[in-house]
């Protein structure tokens, strides 16, 4: 094997090995695993998870990353489909609930565990908020939403995704976090319908 195919093989193992790594760790959770059964479940090397990252836990950090950057694209692509900003509030929020389905409980439990991942995943909540907050400014500029407190949508929408996410929102209603998310977008929609 030539230098020039080895050096692309190995990037493109490492991103394979990462992807697999977000599917396993949103499955199964990521605090139980040792490096040594990450490596075995995931049909590699331990010296290549360790060129993925230098230790367990920045192997867990890099995958939430990348799990979440990704959820982003597709969210915002969800998004900029509809016309209107309501819709695309819609869209936006219905299309955050799409990209967490596959996160099991015990995904959550150990990002709420393991405080390098949960901030993380608590940088992407507040992110969330100020795009909601965004689509509403954008739609009450463009009068087709009623005038608002963008900022306190933006607030009080990140409140009730954390809540979603943490388990508090299903304890309270039954709901689980899919039907949250809907109940959300319907409920900030119709709080921000132009009369």
Not at 151 to 156: E, R
């Amino acid at each position: 094997m030539t230098t020039a195919r080895a050096a692309t093989r190995g990037p493109a193992r490492r991103e394979a090995v990462l992807d697999d790594l977000v599917a396993l760790f949103l499955a199964e959770g990521f605090a139980a695993f040792t490096l040594d059964e990450l490596a075995r479940r995931l049909h590699c090397s331990k010296s290549t998870l360790y060129a993925v990252a230098g230790s367990k836990e920045q192997l867990v950090v890099a995958a939430v990353r990348r799990f979440f950057a990704r959820a982003t694209v597709a969210v915002e692509t969800r998004a900029a489909e509809p016309a209107d900003a309501a819709g695309a509030i819609e869209a936006y929020l219905l299309a955050v609930s799409e990209q967490l389905r596959p996160a099991s409980a015990t995904f959550f439990a150990d990002l709420a565990a393991f405080p390098p991942a949960a901030e993380v995943y608590a940088r992407n909540t507040r992110t969330a908020g100020r795009r909601v907050q965004q689509l509403v400014s954008d739609g009450v500029a463009a009068g087709t939403l009623r005038p608002a407190h963008a900022s306190f949508v933006g607030a009080a929408v990140t409140e009730v995704m954390s809540a979603i996410h943490a388990g508090r929102i299903a304890a309270a209603t039954d709901l689980d976090d899919a039907a949250a998310y809907a109940e959300l977008a319907a409920l900030v929609v119709a709080g921000l319908h132009h009369p």
